[in-house]
Each structure stands twice: as C-alpha cells, then as structure tokens.
C-alpha cells in the first residue's frame, strides 16, 4: 500500500498533477475530476483545497513558475544583469512560455483574465532588485521606471519566443536591450 501522501507533499503532487494535466489536455480539457485521477486522490482533497477549476490553474500557474524560479544576476552593470536575466530565461523557458500561452489562451478568453496578470514578466524573477541596484550605482534615472518600461525587455523577449516558439538569438536579445530599454531608462 502507497504510503499517504500529507501536507506540502500532498499538494506539490496535485499541484504537479494539475500542470500534467494542462499540459496534456489544454485548458479546454482540463477538469478537476481528471486532476483527481492523475493524483490518484479523492475530489474532497483537490476541492478542500481550490474551490474551482480557475482557483486550481491560477495555483498550479504559481507552483511551476516558483520551480522555475531564476536567481538574480548581480554582474555590476544594469545591461549585462538584464541580459543575463533575458539568456536565462531565453535558456531554460522557452517551453514553459510557450506552453502556457497556448494551453491558458482558453482560461484567458473564459476569464477575462491577461496573461500579464497570471505570468509576470519580469518581476518575479529579480526585476525589481536589478533597478534597484542600478538606480543606486546611478546608471539609470529611477523616476524613468514605470511598471511598462521595467516589463519592456521581458514582454519583447516572450513576444520573440512566441512569434518563432524557439530561443531568441543573443544579437535580438542584445537589440532589445541596447537600443531599445536602456535609452528610455537613461533618458537618452
């Protein structure tokens, strides 16, 4: 007998279930009832949890970006921690962008919801803490930070990823930074 799964293990397996289940099913197809059997669970346990099918992607959404998080590169410089960051991202999640794009456009439509507000670009993975930094070494003017242009690199990067659904060349990745973020940040 399967020893009982209990707390944070029980829920990274549904949670692990449900991205399984998303994965393979899509959006469309994705129901609590199928996240249950690929648990190898009860409803109560999944429902005792996340209410709804919604309450369930928008956690299963939190689990796999929490395992896929990228720690913050501290190079010294704003641009190279930026393409850092960009490289990173553009190395390890080109599938995961590409997956949850295309298997949430339906939870998108169903709820009104943007893919902005499910899957932060940039912020969650050291955003924040990089412009920081450069504010305090002076590269950048902090006033010139908005909430689009901090996001700017990052959506550019997912756009890239999503018009050719492979890496990005480090030349566009580059082009995006040098001509692109880092004079509106500059004031140049």
Known sequence: ???????????????????????????????????????????????????????????????VLEQARIDVPDTGSLREDVLTLMREI????????????????????????????????GGDDGGDVIFQRAAERGEIRPERLTERIKALPFDLLRHEILVTFAPVPDDVLEEIVDTVFLPLVRGQ
Do not use: C
């Open 90 to 121: 553009n190395t390890t999640r080109v599938r995961l962008i590409t997956l949850m794009n295309v298997h949430l456009a339906g939870y998108y439509q169903e709820t009104g919801t943007r893919p902005g507000e499910l899957l932060s670009p």
């Open 1 to 63: 007998m399967p020893e009982r799964r209990r707390g944070a293990a029980l829920e990274k397996a549904l949670l692990d279930a449900a991205w399984q289940e998303l994965t393979a099913a899509g959006y469309a197809g994705f129901t609590m009832d199928a996240v249950v059997q690929r648990a190898g669970t009860s409803p109560p346990v999944l429902y005792r949890r996340w209410p709804d099918r919604d309450a369930l992607v928008r956690a299963t959404v939190a689990h």
